[in-house]
C-alpha cells in the first residue's frame, strides 16, 4: 500500500500544532508525503507474528485464560499503562468484557521477567481505555451507556473507588494535564463529545466541575448542567447545546500543552492546544491509518497510534511529519490493537491484540505483547 497523508490544520485560522514544543510551520497549506519510518522498513513476521524493524524483538507476555504470574489473564484486553516500580516496573491492562471486566497488572522485574500479576479492579463492566495520573494511579473507565471512571492502584495496595463527579456517559480514555490541572476525556459515541474534569483539589478525583468543548473556531469550555444525569434523563453529550461532537472519541494522551484524542468515525487524530485554546488535527485519515484507536507518546514528541482492525498495525507521527508503521501483526483481521504503553525507560513497548488471531468477539483469544529495541526516548 503507498502511505501518504495530510497533516494540517482544521481552518487556516488556527495555527500550527505543537509537538512537544516543536511546530508544524505552513501545516495550513503543505501537504507532507509519509517517508520512511526512523527504525526503517519492517520486516517480515518473526515467530510471534510481529513484523518489526531490524534491531527490535517481540515475546508474548500473557494469553486470555492463561496464568501469567500467578494470575489468569482476562479476556479482550483493552487500554494500558506501565508504572515504575522498584528497580521494575508495572504494565496495568484493561478487560473490554461485561460484568466481570476490571483490571489486571503485572509487575516485571529489572531483567524484564515477570515476578506477578494481580486484580486491581473487579465487577465492572467493558474497561476500554482510560489514564495514568501524576499520582501514579489508573483511571479504567467503562465504555457502556452511564459508564463510570475508576481509580485503581497499580501497586495492588488500596481498593479501586469509583469517581463518579467525573460523568457518567460512554468512556473512552482519559490524559491527565498536570499544567492546568484537568483531565481530558473522550466519548465513544457517534455523536460523543470532548471533556474535561477540574477537581477541586489536585490530585483528588472525588469531586469537582465536568465541562464540556464548545464551539467549532475559537473553543471554550462550559460546565456540564448534570454530570450523572439518571437513565431517562437528558445525556451529558446532549446538555449543553453549544457541544462540540466528534464521531467515536478514542484514545488521549497529553504532551507539552496539546492533548492529542482520536475520533474511529472520522478516522482523525486531533490535537487540542490548552495553551492557545485552540482545536486542530494533525492527521485526516488519508490512507496511512486505518481505524485510529489507543495513542500514546515518548518524550521525543512522537506519537505512537494503534489501529482497530485495518491493516493491525502500530503507526509513528513524528514531529517533523513522518506518518510510518513500527510494527504489523499478522494474521490478526478480526482483532484490534490496544493498551500501547512504554515501559519507565523507554525501551519496552506493551500492546495487546484484542481478540488475536481467533477473532472472537468475547475477546477469549486475547494476547498481550512485549516489544523491545532501540526506540527514540
Known amino acids: ?43 517480515p513476521p518473526d515467530a510471534n507474528g510481529v513484523a518489526l524493524p531490524a534491531g527490535f524483538s517481540s515475546r508474548v507476555v500473557a494469553r486470555t485464560g492463561r496464568p501469567v504470574g500467578g494470575t489468569l489473564w482476562h479476556p479482550a484486553p483493552d487500554g494500558g499503562a506501565c508504572f515504575a516500580a522498584g528497580t521494575g516496573w508495572i ?12 483490571a489486571t497488572a503485572i509487575r516485571f522485574r529489572s531483567d524484564g521477567s515477570v515476578e506477578r500479576a494481580y486484580r486491581i479492579l473487579d465487577g465492572t463492566n467493558l474497561n476500554c481505555a482510560g489514564g495514568r495520573t501524576p499520582w501514579d494511579t489508573w483511571l479504567s473507565c467503562e465504555e457502556i451507556f452511564r459508564g463510570r471512571v475508576y481509580e485503581t492502584d497499580p501497586y495492588g495496595e488500596r481498593a479501586a473507588r469509583s469517581r463518579p463527579a467525573m460523568g457518567r456517559f460512554k468512556h473512552e480514555a482519559a ?85 492529542y484524542f482520536t475520533a474511529k468515525g472520522d478516522r482523525k487524530v486531533w490535537a487540542y492546544d490548552a495553551q492557545r485554546q485552540s482545536l486542530s488535527w494533525v492527521y485526516d485519515g488519508g490512507g496511512t491509518l486505518d481505524g485510529v484507536d489507543n495513542i500514546t507518546g515518548a518524550p521525543t514528541g512522537d506519537l505512537y497510534v494503534a489501529e482497530d482492525g485495518g491493516n493491525m498495525e502500530i503507526n ?62
Open 316 to 377: 509513528i507521527i513524528t514531529p517533523d511529519g513522518v506518518v510510518a508503521p513500527v510494527l504489523r501483526l499478522d494474521g490478526h483481521g478480526g482483532s484490534e490493537i490496544t493498551g500501547p504503553a512504554f515501559s519507565p525507560d523507554g525501551s519496552r513497548l506493551y500492546f495487546s491484540s484484542q481478540r488475536g488471531t481467533s477473532g472472537n468477539s468475547a475477546g477469549t483469544g486475547g494476547i498481550t505483547y512485549e516489544v523491545a529495541g532501540p526506540f527514540r526516548h
Open 91 to 102: 504494565y496495568v491492562s484493561n478487560s473490554e468484557v461485561p460484568l466481570i471486566g476490571g
Open 1 to 43: 500500500m503507498q502511505r501518504r497523508t495530510f497533516l494540517r490544520t482544521v481552518s487556516a485560522g488556527l495555527g500550527a500544532v505543537a509537538f512537544s514544543g516543536a511546530l508544524w510551520h505552513d501545516a495550513a497549506t503543505s501537504a507532507v508525503v509519509a517517508g520512511a519510518s526512523p527504525y526503517g522498513p519492517l520486516g
Open 175 to 259: 490524559a491527565c494535564d498536570p499544567d492546568r490541572r484537568v483531565v481530558y476525556l473522550t466519548e465513544d459515541e457517534s455523536d460523543g463529545c470532548f471533556y474535561r474534569f477540574v477537581p477541586d483539589t489536585w490530585g483528588d478525583l472525588s469531586s469537582g466541575r465536568l465541562e464540556v468543548l464548545c464551539g467549532d473556531g475559537p473553543v471554550e469550555w462550559r460546565p456540564v448542567p448534570d454530570p450523572s444525569p439518571g437513565v431517562l434523563q437528558r445525556q451529558t453529550r446532549h446538555q449543553v447545546s453549544a457541544a462540540r461532537h466528534f464521531d467515536g472519541g478514542e484514545g488521549c494522551h497529553y504532551a507539552a500543552g496539546i492533548c
